[in-house]
């Protein structure tokens, strides 16, 4: 579309090999992966780090290790940003 959003950025990643285990038998589950963390000021000047907890355990109940390693992923590259 064009949009640039000044101040604004949306980082993905994923780990090939568990989205591999995970879609083989669930491609429903395309929604979680790649994981997304979206970064922006607001207009007070405050930065905000926001994302979705995965969840991809609703799936498949043997997953829950994979929302495990997911969040925390999320909280490594978040609390590096702090």
Known sequence: TGLSIKGATTIEFGKPDMGKMV?????EAGLE???RI??????????????YK???????????????MMEMAFAEITNAAK
């Open 23 to 27: 879609f083989a038998n669930h491609p």
């Open 54 to 68: 995965s969840n991809f355990a609703k799936y498949d109940k043997s997953f829950e290790m994979i929302d495990k």
């Open 38 to 51: 979206y970064v922006y000021d607001r207009a007070d000047g405050k930065t905000v780090i926001s994302y």
């Open 33 to 35: 992966m790649p994981a």
